[in-house]
Antibody, heavy 118, light 107 residues
Framework: QVQLQESGPRLVKPSETLSLTCTVS????????WTWIRQPPGKGLEWIGF???????DYNPSLKSRVTISVDTSKNQFSLRLTSVTAADTAVYYC????????????WGQGTLVTVSS | DIQMTQSPSSLSASVGDRVTITCRAS??????LNWYQQKPGKAPKLLIY???SLQSGVPSRFSGSGSGTDFTLTISSLQPEDFATYYC?????????FGQGTKVEIK
């Protein structure tokens, strides 16, 4: 059974960089697309971007100037960096797998709440 | 960006009811439409992919239909564990976008 687990600081100061890592267990990171999605408290879901296991990426244009997603196949991990954060970036951040059959997300991490506050 | 609009935003229903949720895309997305269920404090769970394909392990009371711009998720007989928020998501193009959600509450 594939499992995903987000990790990283839960509190980030305004203007600083949010960094999260997703560790994939129970299966290989190879052959799939790996995605970050976020959900502000009480609101809907926003797609941040994805990375293919080979390293190619695509990002939401609304965040593109501040986002970097990277992959480490040797560790079965992929990561998110979001720079210059503000309170509007406070959200539950989820990592998820896109199995490559049409853009759905079949496995999700449990999510981690990241709060931007001084 | 493709805008996804769900209706209704919320509904009240009883156990055993047939429930239908609608999702409309701002432009044609063929059958690149997926449905998720989210319970409070939990990650979304994939129910339906490619508009009508049932994800492995999901009960058969869930079904999806539609193509182009109009899609529906149907729960044939609502069960107590189905009270949750449901989201549609288009995967026709980037950025992937979600509907605003439909909250299914107990009547």
């Amino acid at each position: 059974q594939v499992q995903l687990q987000e990790s990283g600081p839960r509190l980030v100061k305004p203007s600083e960089t949010l960094s999260l890592t997703c560790t994939v267990s129970g299966g290989s990171i190879s052959g799939y697309y790996w995605t970050w999605i976020r959900q502000p408290p009480g609101k809907g879901l926003e797609w941040i971007g994805f990375i293919y296991y080979s390293g190619s990426t695509d990002y939401n244009p609304s965040l593109k100037s501040r986002v970097t997603i990277s992959v480490d196949t040797s560790k079965n991990q992929f990561s998110l960096r979001l720079t210059s954060v503000t309170a509007a970036d406070t959200a539950v951040y989820y990592c998820a797998r896109d199995p490559g059959r049409g853009g759905d997300f079949d496995y999700w991490g449990q999510g981690t709440l990241v709060t931007v506050s001084s | 960006d493709i805008q996804m609009t769900q209706s209704p935003s919320s509904l009240s229903a009883s156990v055993g009811d047939r429930v239908t949720i609608t999702c409309r895309a701002s432009q044609s997305i063929s059958n690149y439409l997926n449905w998720y269920q989210q319970k409070p404090g939990k990650a979304p769970k994939l129910l339906i992919y490619a508009a009508s394909s049932l994800q492995s392990g999901v009960p058969s009371r869930f079904s999806g239909s539609g193509s182009g711009t109009d899609f529906t998720l149907t729960i044939s007989s609502l069960q107590p564990e189905d009270f949750a928020t449901y989201y549609c998501q288009q995967s026709n193009s980037v950025p992937r976008t979600f509907g605003q959600g439909t909250k299914v509450e107990i009547k």
